[in-house]
């Protein structure tokens, strides 16, 4: 049906797949992977689907214990968190983009720049 709709996959990895942490090596492997999988499945298939992946970082969601939002804070070079609806928004871009496929959006606020 994707191929058929012209359609979009939007996976998820995230920036411990960029960066690497040391305390979660599974989990930074597993994102790492998931950037390689958008890779692979982009051109695997093209040209009827698009596949592209987001990595958030450095964002905060309501009930978050505040240490958190500070240490996150200090990462980032914008000086501020992101919130899901900046997630969100990268998620609807990257479904619309028309000549988007095997990229991996970073919103991190700078994190990782």
């Excluded at 191929?3 to 930074?28: C, E, M």
């Excluded at 990595?55 to 309501?62: F, Q, R, S, W």
Aim: one cysteine or more.
């Amino acid at each position: 049906m994707l191929r058929r709709s012209k359609g979009s996959i939007v996976n998820f990895a995230d920036t411990g797949g960029l960066l690497g942490w040391p305390g979660y090596v599974s989990h930074s492997v597993s994102k790492a992977g998931m950037v390689m999988l958008t890779k692979c499945l982009a051109k695997a298939l093209a040209p009827d689907v698009r596949v592209n992946a987001i990595a958030p970082g450095t964002i905060t969601m309501a009930g978050d214990p505040p240490e958190w939002e500070a240490e996150f804070v200090k990462l980032s070079p914008l000086r501020k968190t992101g919130q899901p609806s900046d997630v969100a928004d990268a998620v609807i871009y990257l479904a619309t983009a028309e000549f988007m496929t095997g990229h991996t959006l970073v919103v991190d606020g700078g994190r990782t720049a």
